[in-house]
């Protein structure tokens, strides 16, 4: 069983930077890849940003490339997703959540069903 925490959310002026932290304990984490979500009221769960643990492969949703960047620290097994240049249609509540690396590496990702675990969710508001 895989525990996922998130930390970091919390109002910014558009144009500005966050950093959420993603940290995973219980069960085997390497053997996961993580994603990091988001959703805004009213609308679908959103993909952002994924990494395997035991690779360097990234992806990013369409919305967030070039702004978001997440990154690992196998040491402290926390997931971060960088965020820069934030825009008022980035607040969301957004979740890191755990998927198969067998899923992770077959493409399915982007897809929130396909993710076992997940966190509470972190809130991120960003005005304008």
């Known amino acids: 069983q895989v525990q996922l925490a998130e930390s970091g959310g919390g109002l910014v002026q558009a144009g500005g930077s966050l950093r959420l932290s993603c940290a995973a304990s219980?069960?085997?984490?390497?053997?996961?890849?993580t994603g990091w979500f988001r959703q805004a009221p009213g609308k679908d769960r959103e993909f952002v940003a994924a990494?395997?643990?035991?690779?360097?492969?990234?992806y990013y949703g369409n919305s967030v490339k070039g702004r978001f960047t997440i990154s690992r620290d196998r040491a402290k097994n926390t997931v971060s997703l960088q965020m820069n240049s934030l825009k008022p249609e980035d607040t969301a509540v957004y979740y890191c959540?755990?998927?198969?690396?067998?899923?992770?590496?077959?493409?399915?990702?982007?897809?929130?069903?396909?993710?076992?675990?997940w966190g509470q969710g972190t809130q991120v508001t960003v005005s304008s």
């Open positions: 219980g069960g085997t984490i390497s053997r996961y890849g």
């Open positions: 990494i395997s643990w035991t690779s360097d492969t990234t």
């Open positions: 959540a755990a998927i198969p690396l067998g899923l992770y590496y077959s493409g399915r990702y982007y897809a929130a069903a396909q993710y076992d675990y």
